[in-house]
């Protein structure tokens, strides 16, 4: 069931809330498109009843009744005016719980019997849709709360001005199981999230501003020999983030993709320290939120790529080391990715020739560190440019070479190879 849009009237809270998009390339081979997941419908107008919100409804003792499979009409009038609805469930499900885009800036929030807030949705701005694609419930009594958001200062209205009216609005409520593959809201701790295995996938929103979703990823069946790739489908609007801790809360890998790009981690090697459980949690958040468009995150098992590169190696700190006979990586960015190689220190000093190796459709940027300190880096600003850092490292020093993209908003992947050649400290560098 879709929520359809209904009419709109506002004559107060005037603003489009309307960002425009900003246009880019991708500059990377494309990310292969995974297929909308099927979930709990993410609003439109129930098949239901439809009525009308019954004043004074502004307290939890004479909420409007709101019965499910139904939808609600009601006015913020005036811009304090806070509408409170009683829901009765009858049995545990996924919430749809939707406000129609207005001109006002909504804010919609959920209590559970108790009168605590249990969600809250104030994704900002005119025109935006408010409320919750799939919170989980359990029978029992809930309030909805519709009301505008607190307004900037503006400048007082005239003497003997007449009272405007802020919004008409629609309310909707439905109820659905949770699929097998769906999260279970609330799900924003290791305490209530949901469960995944390798060669498995699950759904779920970012429905709302705030909206934290973990996952708890068994790697016990795999073995020494694997690793496991993490591919989070894209969500129209919002900038993905994905952090992975182990068993034990020790972070393992945190990356951020473009707004409105997916987020990939390709050749993660799972760690289970001494002690820990044989987990790892996959924490989804983002900047931004979509109710309507849901994402798919899935974890697919892998064998590693001779001389390949294996994650997490996203910081100087904590490279992926070259074994002492290898001299060429072979590599893969995905959006958000740093990938850095370390080089075992030698007692003697030497000189460091590093060329990466891009493809024709991805522009490459590269800088060396030496003990920490960055001392070159190389970015000609070409799609298929190699590049070369060449730089002294000192008898026991530490040099590490950090690769990345030259557009922080590439929406692809890219393979490449970086080649790593060391000369005496006296010797002639080519």
């Not at 969500?235 to 801790?245: I, Q, S, Y």
């Not at 790009?261 to 924490?283: I, K, M």
Request: charged share 25%; aromatic share 4%.
């Amino acid at each position: 069931m879709r929520i359809l849009v209904g009419a709109l009237l506002l004559t107060a809270c005037h603003g489009s809330g309307d960002k425009p998009r900003s246009s880019r390339g991708s500059g990377v081979a494309p990310i292969e498109v995974v297929n909308q997941p099927q979930f709990p419908d993410a609003g439109g107008r129930a098949n239901g009843a439809v009525g009308d919100e019954i004043e004074p409804n502004d307290g939890d003792d004479v909420a409007t009744p709101f019965p499910l499979e139904s939808t609600m009409r009601g006015t913020i009038d005036p811009e304090t005016d806070v509408d409170h609805y009683r829901l009765e469930i009858d049995k545990p499900g996924a919430l749809s719980l939707m406000v129609n885009a207005v001109e006002a800036d909504l804010v919609v929030e959920l209590e559970d019997s108790n009168g605590a807030m249990v969600a809250r949705s104030a994704r900002g701005g005119a025109r935006v849709k408010e409320g919750f694609p799939n919170f989980g419930v359990v029978p029992g009594r809930y309030t909805v709360v519709v009301k505008a958001a607190a307004k900037r200062k503006t400048k007082p209205a005239k003497k003997g001005a007449a009272p405007v009216l802020v919004a008409v609005y629609e309310l909707t409520a439905t109820l659905a199981p949770i699929p097998p593959n769906g999260e279970h809201e609330p799900d924003e701790d290791r305490g209530t999230s949901n469960d995944l295995i390798a060669g498995d996938s699950g759904t779920g929103f970012l429905g709302w501003s705030g909206d934290i979703d973990v996952w708890k990823l068994s790697v016990e069946t795999l073995s020494a020999k694997n690793t496991i790739d993490l591919e989070v489908s894209a969500v129209e609007g919002v900038a993905l983030e994905l952090d992975v801790d182990d068993g034990i809360t020790n972070p393992v890998l945190v990356r951020k993709a473009p707004r409105g790009a997916p987020l990939v981690v390709r050749g993660l090697v799972p760690v289970v320290p001494q002690g820990s459980p044989p987990f790892h949690y996959l924490t989804i958040k983002g900047s931004g939120s979509n109710p309507e468009t849901a994402y798919t995150v899935k974890v697919t098992q892998q064998v590693p790529v001779t001389d390949g590169e294996l994650e997490p190696n996203d910081s100087v700190d904590k490279p992926f080391l070259m074994p002492n006979d290898r001299t060429v990586v072979h590599a893969r960015w995905t959006p958000g990715d740093l990938d850095c190689f370390g080089l075992a220190p030698e007692t003697a000093g030497r000189t460091v020739i590093a060329t990466i190796n891009p493809p024709s459709d991805f522009d490459v940027s590269a800088e060396l560190f030496v003990d920490g300190k960055a001392i070159q880096v190389a970015n000609k600003l070409k799609k298929g440019g190699e590049e070369k850092l060449t730089g002294a490292v000192p008898s026991n020093a530490k040099a590490v070479i950090c690769v990345k993209s030259a557009d922080p908003n590439a929406t692809g992947e890219a393979a490449y190879d970086v080649e790593v050649q060391e000369t005496s400290a006296g010797d002639n560098v080519p």
